[in-house]
């Protein structure tokens, strides 16, 4: 089992910033991809980033430039800085951890944080 708490979320100006935390505990292996997916109300989870454990990343378009994901794989914790927020950007964000077995991927989730992105 892996356990994720993720942290850093609020409320933002238009323009402003913030930064996610997502640290993982448990079973880790050190091969793994973590990620960070975002849902608004009334709205599917999508994808925002993800990152292997050798530090190769992937972006939404709708973030790309703006936000930059990052991780410490000493503290088994993933980052999102987010930079120039929209209020498109309002959702709560949830940190995925994912290890592939062969054909299998074995996914686990936190509980999310709240971003909210409003004048």
């Known amino acids: 089992q892996v356990h994720l708490v993720e942290s850093g979320g609020g409320l933002v100006q238009p323009g402003g910033s913030l930064r996610l935390s997502c640290a993982a505990s448990g079973s880790i292996f050190s091969i793994n991809t973590m990620a960070w997916y975002h849902q608004a109300p009334g709205k599917e989870r999508d994808l925002v980033a993800t990152?292997?454990?050798?530090?190769?990343?992937n972006y939404a378009d709708s973030v790309k430039g703006r936000f930059t994901i990052s991780r410490d794989n000493a503290k088994n914790t993933v980052y999102l800085q987010m930079n120039s927020l929209k209020p498109e950007d309002t959702a709560v964000y949830y940190c995925q951890y994912r290890r592939t077995r062969g054909s299998t991927n074995y996914d686990y989730w936190g509980q999310g944080t709240q971003v909210t992105v409003s004048s």
């Open positions: 990152i292997t454990s050798g530090g190769s990343t």
